[in-house]
């Protein structure tokens, strides 16, 4: 079972590489966007709790969404045999920590964060060319502005956490998407080992 962690700013290709991984390794995807829809439209208990805090315009509470992904993963042993992406979680440090004891309570640990690196500068570029493209209304100047300056203040410590537990993969996230993928491969390798 191999575990892994897809990280990158918004537009910085998270999307794209997991699907290419899930394809290559047989991975399971968690992606806690699909994860909290899925439970509010089922209506499930934590479903409801969940809904409660979104509708209200708040984020969700760490340990809510960790006992979703707990959820998740009981659910889902037989498909996640080969290993799991966690893809939008964690963002922040106190959202590692629990992972960790998350996985460890169903004797799993993070083998890799497969850290997608661009600049601002290119992930504003792909986002207003994603926006015209698919005409999605948060994909413009001001709002991405935000949303990378919310990247950076969570990000910025998560990613020196994994780099200390030696888990961390960079990643130069500029290229075509199968250089990115062979470098991805590359590390996922080294991991393995």
């Given at each position: 079972?191999f575990?892994l962690v897809i990280?990158?700013?918004?537009?910085?290709?998270k999307?794209?590489?997991?699907?290419?991984?899930?394809?290559e390794?047989?991975?399971f995807?968690?992606?806690?966007g699909?994860?909290?829809?899925?439970?509010?439209?089922?209506?499930?208990?934590?479903?409801?709790?969940?809904?409660?805090?979104?509708?209200?315009?708040?984020?969700?509470p760490?340990d809510?969404m960790v006992?979703i992904l707990?959820?998740?993963?009981?659910e889902?042993?037989?498909?996640?045999?080969?290993?799991?992406?966690?893809?939008?979680f964690p963002?922040?440090?106190e959202?590692a920590?629990?992972l960790?004891?998350?996985?460890a309570?169903?004797?799993?640990?993070?083998?890799?964060?497969i850290?997608l690196?661009?600049?601002?500068?290119?992930l504003?570029?792909?986002?207003?060319k994603?926006?015209?493209?698919s005409?999605?209304?948060?994909?413009n100047?001001?709002?991405?502005k935000?949303r990378?300056?919310?990247?950076h203040n969570q990000t910025?410590?998560?990613?020196?956490f994994?780099?200390?537990e030696g888990?961390?993969a960079?990643?130069?996230g500029?290229?075509?998407i199968?250089e990115i993928?062979a470098?991805?491969k590359?590390a996922v390798?080294?991991?393995k080992k």
């Amino acid at each position: 079972m191999f575990n892994l962690v897809i990280f990158g700013g918004p537009g910085s290709g998270k999307g794209t590489q997991s699907d290419l991984l899930i394809e290559e390794y047989g991975l399971f995807h968690i992606s806690t966007g699909e994860v909290l829809r899925d439970q509010i439209n089922r209506g499930t208990e934590l479903g409801k709790i969940a809904d409660s805090f979104i509708s209200g315009g708040n984020l969700i509470p760490d340990d809510l969404m960790v006992s979703i992904l707990g959820k998740v993963l009981d659910e889902n042993t037989d498909k996640i045999a080969n290993g799991v992406i966690f893809d939008g979680f964690p963002r922040t440090i106190e959202q590692a920590k629990a992972l960790t004891t998350l996985l460890a309570d169903r004797n799993m640990k993070l083998n890799v964060v497969i850290g997608l690196e661009v600049n601002d500068e290119e992930l504003t570029a792909r986002l207003i060319k994603r926006g015209k493209d698919s005409g999605r209304s948060d994909d413009n100047e001001e709002t991405i502005k935000k949303r990378l300056q919310v990247y950076h203040n969570q990000t910025s410590p998560l990613r020196d956490f994994y780099v200390n537990e030696g888990l961390y993969a960079k990643i130069e996230g500029c290229g075509t998407i199968e250089e990115i993928f062979a470098n991805i491969k590359s590390a996922v390798a080294s991991a393995k080992k």
